[in-house]
């Protein structure tokens, strides 16, 4: 392949150069009728899972096809995408913040031959390209992070565990059974790019062993200062040691203080901890970020830990199954899982759902840790 | 006959929800193709390659992705992600794999044409991977080569008129909730003013001058479907004064059965018939409305405007006229020190172009936070630390009992020495009422 040039000089980098226009303003790609309509919203409605219909002050109506995506999109899919939009939408469509598609027309005989485009497209090995949901008391597509396909810090894969997952809750996707909308979020570490800590279902991506010590090169890559201040427990310290007879600086590990949190690595390479073996999952619940009824609040851990399991993960999608059916179960119309979890209490969230607590289950880590112990006889057996 | 066997990834093409791995087994199979002839300026077989390292991946159960590196476009901090192989000799269709984040638009809408033209972009120059979107927000071009950064940022900033988003310690792609566009809920407009901004601060997107990153978003209602509360230091969360607008004869056509409760988000199961009683009036959490069988009443001074009678009833009920955001301070993910929501710093702001009181307000904290925050500090971390009075200290907001869900529990209040009539005291003095 022969290099092609985009006009770039890298002898004279700021010929011609631009920089800092930021994106493109949002009015060059608003379809016509949003554009008319911008801000003379009257109401609207979910005429079907999936389907909305936005009315406006003018009369006019806006029909939504949302479909899911895999968030990881090649360009030729895309550009179907594109195709799609041409032929029904008149060249627009949108993503929403949970990586949904949504295409969207002016009328509402334009919906059923859309949806029928949409239905009928699938990958070779049959899962549907643009499946149709995501709306009002459903799961919407998972929000998710990069995973073995990309990040250098992941515990887990996200992009696996995605699939598997709404393979195992495509009914709820499809349909708008539960009590309340259900949002999930996979973080594949806890650094969590996907900010899963507020999700009614977040899997987080845990290790759980001290980082290895890769003393023939810390000295070289890394600042150890940095790296020392770094860990939020002071589990780590300068030290010095001898390798292959010569003396290195380095850094000594209190093991028992690691948290596992993975900071370190973040500042030092030399300090990797992931492990094939250890390496897995907590799921969390109970979060929300909507002030819908109660205010936003976090997840809660409630198993410290699922292995990894490789390619189906059956355990975590087992365990996520168990939690779901339970809370489709026992809520109320309008309530969310931790509003459930919360008025019927924690210590009976564990017998329904039949999850074992167990010591991990108890925050150990600084003064949010006391806010989260009972005071008070206030309990259920 | 594909380049590595992937048996384990190859689990993940059933099943009914969109499989990446057929996805990218597709693009690895148009890229061999190359109908159009295009000459492909990184390795043509780079999805075969990825799909092998994912394979080895979940074979071993560890990342194969090393640690960062420095790479990006020349004056810019900020916008690409490195990303080098540690098994490159296998692999070297991905021996690097750097992320490209482009600035996503508004709302996320797009017209096909710049959608095209950017996957032309992709196409020539990268894996023809994407993620539409990474989590901040922006357009994730998965993966190219060192060479290839500078020519796709001349690319995208000449040809399309749009530019990089952020990395690093810098200010964050702002992102927004599609607002005024498609939203009766939107009580201002989410995306000019997250355009303005990002325009604005436009080197500060792209410099690293910060302690750590920084991230603004925009929720156009209470409803917060961006998340803004949860996920970003600045959350710009619309809100409104004064009383709901209520539609009588919408209320009778959803207590009559004519419409449908919550929009229709509960179709799919039988929920029996809708009573206002008991999925309005006593799901209120402030129990400020009453149904006398004919009208709905609401005590609008007691309401604190959670959205949820609004979202049951759509059509009858709509925010109040005297709109604007509320704007929240602080929160993250729990790197380092465990996760914070955002907390309230001003409860009401009216917001229009050209934003000035905003961008003060934002000018204000930045200031303040990068004189006092420490290395890897979020802004959430710096007010914990140093207390919630230094930021109405600094951006000259009034102390207000909305700032709290209850007043302090313990009495060690910091008094200032001119607050109590000065510290320094003589001993003298002291010793004639007092003897030693």
């Known amino acids: 392949m022969a290099f092609i040039s985009s006009g770039y000089n890298p002898d004279k980098p700021m010929e011609g150069r631009i920089s800092d226009i930021g994106p493109r303003h949002y009015t060059d790609f608003l379809p016509p009728v949003i554009k008319k309509n911008y801000g003379k919203w009257l109401y609207h409605e979910i005429l079907e899972p999936g389907v909305l219909m936005h009315k406006a002050e003018s009369g006019d109506e806006v029909y939504t096809v949302r479909v899911g995506t895999a968030r990881l999109m090649s360009v030729g899919l895309i550009r179907e995408v594109c195709d799609i939009a041409d032929k029904h939408c008149g060249g627009y469509v949108r993503w929403t913040t949970r990586n949904n598609i949504e295409f969207m027309v002016d009328s509402k005989d334009k919906v059923a031959p859309l949806k029928a485009d949409l239905s009928g497209r699938k990958f070779t090995g049959g899962s549907l390209k643009f499946p149709i949901g995501g709306t009002g008391a459903s799961v919407p597509n998972i929000v998710h992070t990069q995973g073995w396909v990309h990040c250098h810090t992941p515990a887990t894969d996200a992009s696996g565990p995605v699939k ?159 939690i779901v059916d339970a809370y489709k179960k026992g809520a109320n119309k309008y309530e969310r899982l931790g509003d459930w979890a919360e008025r019927i209490g924690w210590e009976r969230f564990f017998d329904v759902t039949g999850l074992e607590f167990s010591q991990h289950l108890i925050d150990d880590f600084r003064d949010p840790a006391y806010y989260t112990w009972r005071q008070s006889t206030n309990f259920k057996w | 006959m594909a380049k590595h066997q992937t048996p384990m990834l190859d689990e993940l093409t059933k099943g009914p929800w969109p499989s990446f791995v057929d996805d990218v087994k597709a693009e690895a199979a148009r890229r061999a193709e190359n109908k159009d002839g295009i000459e492909f300026q990184i390795p043509a077989d780079v999805c075969e390659d990825l799909l092998g390292v994912l394979e080895l991946s979940y074979k071993d159960k560890e990342t194969h992705w090393k640690h960062g590196g420095i790479v990006g476009v020349f004056g810019y901090g900020g916008g690409v992600i490195g990303r080098y192989s540690d098994v490159p000799k296998q692999y070297p269709g991905i021996a690097h794999f750097h992320t490209v984040r482009v600035a996503q638009p508004g709302g996320k809408f797009y017209t096909t044409e710049h959608l095209r033209a950017l996957m032309d972009i992709w196409d020539l120059r990268g894996s023809g991977l994407t993620n539409m979107h990474g989590s901040t927000g922006d357009i994730v071009f998965l993966g190219t080569f060192t060479e290839q950064l500078e020519e796709i940022f001349y690319d995208i900033t000449h040809k399309l008129n749009n530019d990089l988003g952020g990395s690093g310690s810098n200010l964050r792609t702002p992102a927004d909730c599609m607002g005024m566009s498609r939203c009766e809920y939107a009580c201002y407009d989410t995306m000019a003013l997250c355009y303005a901004l990002t325009q604005e601060y436009q080197d500060e997107l792209h410099r690293p001058a910060f302690p750590y990153k920084f991230k603004f978003k925009f929720d156009g209602c209470p409803n917060g479907c961006v998340a803004a509360l949860a996920r970003s230091d600045l959350s710009f969360v619309g809100t409104w004064k004064g009383p709901i607008r209520i539609d009588q004869k919408a209320v009778a056509g959803y207590v009559g059965g004519e419409l449908k409760p919550n929009a229709g988000a509960h179709a799919s199961r039988d929920w029996g018939k809708f009573d206002i009683q008991k999925e309005v009036i006593d799901l209120c959490p402030t129990k400020c409305m009453s149904y006398d069988g004919k009208t709905l009443s609401i005590d609008d001074k007691e309401c604190y405007r959670c959205m949820h009678c609004i979202n049951t009833m759509p059509a009858a009920l709509r925010v109040g006229e005297e709109k604007g955001v509320a704007i929240l301070a602080g929160a993250k993910a729990p790197i380092l020190d465990g996760a914070q929501m955002s907390s309230l710093l001003v409860p009401f702001m009216k917001v229009e172009e050209p934003f000035d009181e905003v961008k003060e307000l934002v000018e204000n904290i930045w200031e303040w936070w990068m004189e006092e925050g420490k290395n890897r500090e979020r802004l959430g971390e710096t007010l914990k630390r140093l207390g919630f009075q230094k930021i109405l200290e600094v951006t000259g907001v009034q102390a207000d009992a909305r700032h709290v869900q209850h007043p302090r529990e313990n009495p060690y209040i910091f008094w200032k020495e001119d607050e109590v009539g ?3 005291r003589d001993i003298q003095e002291y010793r004639k009422r007092h003897a030693r």
Request: hydrophobic residues 40%; glycine residues 6%.
């Open chain 1, 164 to 322: 598997v997952i709404m393979d195992e809750l495509f009914e709820e996707f499809q349909t708008m059974e539960l009590p309340a909308s259900l949002r999930l979020a996979v973080a594949c570490c806890l650094n969590m790019c996907g900010a899963c800590h507020c999700s009614d279902i977040a899997v987080v991506g845990i290790h759980r062993k001290p980082p290895i010590i890769d003393h023939e090169v810390l000295e070289n890559i890394c600042e150890i200062p940095l790296a020392v201040s770094a860990c939020p427990t002071a589990a780590i310290r300068p030290s010095k040691t001898e390798f292959e007879g010569k003396e290195k600086k380095t850094v000594a590990i209190k093991e028992d203080r690691c948290m596992f949190c993975g900071n370190c690595y973040t500042m030092c390479a030399a300090l990797p901890l992931a492990d094939g073996e250890s390496d897995g999952c907590a799921i969390m619940v109970g979060g929300k970020v909507s002030n819908r009824i109660s205010n936003p609040k976090f997840s809660k851990v409630v198993v410290a830990y699922v292995p990894n399991e490789p390619p189906r993960w059956p355990t975590l999608v087992k365990t996520i199954r168990t």
């Open chain 2, 422 to 424: 000065g510290w320094k």
